[in-house]
């Protein structure tokens, strides 16, 4: 007697969501955290400016077409501002920032280590949540002020991926106006550009390096370039960027 496998409930919601995963042409797509530059129509799409107060000239941010893709291509010649999304997410014990980018050059007074030097062609900067509890009297009180005056929430520590020109390429330094934020130098120098770069780091492992401890929750990721400081210029152009836990 031929044997008839015994079709159970578990066999038959197996079946039906496979089915549904076939019909929708994807299994189990979820909404990316960061909307892709590939897929947006503006720049508006879950992106918005990133200005500073004091920095009148801006950088210039457009999407435009690269070998088929779209991308974010980005000028910068004496100015500063950026792009940002902004999120609420709580890492877990590993969080993937993944993306590329190029650059036309790097500033030849570029020097992460002084303020005078503090421009990038193309940086990545990730913002994390203030804890006040980790903070004094005064750092309080200076944010208050701020906030109350520009109608906007700052953010605690952050980490800067950077494209540096004298720091070598995997070294993490502070920044030169605040030990709060920490430059990571993913490329360094003039020997890649010109050519796509793709960088992959896991967020929570260089939070723990930079600050020595477990990072709080993530309220933003933007792009920058910037070159208020040197007076330079550059172009660089951003891929997608993407977060995966």
């Not at 900067?125 to 109350?148: H, I, L, S």
Request: hydrophobic letters at 40%.
């Amino acid at each position: 007697m031929q044997h008839v496998p015994r079709i159970t409930l578990p066999l038959i919601l197996m079946a039906l969501a496979l089915a549904l995963a076939l019909t929708s042409g994807k299994l189990y797509a979820a909404e990316p955290l960061l909307q892709p530059f590939s897929q947006i129509s503006a720049l508006t799409e879950g992106w918005e400016p990133l200005e500073f107060p004091k920095i009148d000239q801006h950088s210039q941010y457009e999407l435009v077409t690269d070998n088929g893709t779209q991308v974010v291509k980005a000028q910068t010649n004496g100015g500063a501002s950026g792009l940002i999304a902004r999120l609420e997410l709580k890492p877990t014990e590993s969080l993937i920032l993944r993306w590329r980018w190029k650059v036309s050059n790097v500033f030849e007074k570029g020097n992460a280590r002084e303020k005078s030097g503090d421009d990038y062609p193309a940086r990545i900067y990730v913002a994390f949540k203030f804890q006040p509890d980790k903070a004094g009297f005064f750092e309080r009180a200076k944010r208050k002020a701020v906030e109350v005056v520009f109608g906007e929430t700052l953010p605690g520590n952050a980490l800067n991926y950077i494209w540096a020109n004298q720091v070598p390429e995997g070294d993490i330094v502070p920044n030169p106006y605040t030990d709060s934020t920490m430059m990571v130098a993913v490329n360094s120098g003039n020997a890649q550009a010109g050519e796509w770069v793709t960088v992959e780091r896991d967020i929570v492992a260089d939070y723990r390096q930079a600050f020595g401890e477990a990072p709080p929750p993530l309220v933003g990721i933007a792009i920058m370039s910037d070159s208020d400081n040197t007076g330079e210029s550059a172009t660089a152009w951003y891929g997608d960027i993407s977060l995966s836990r």
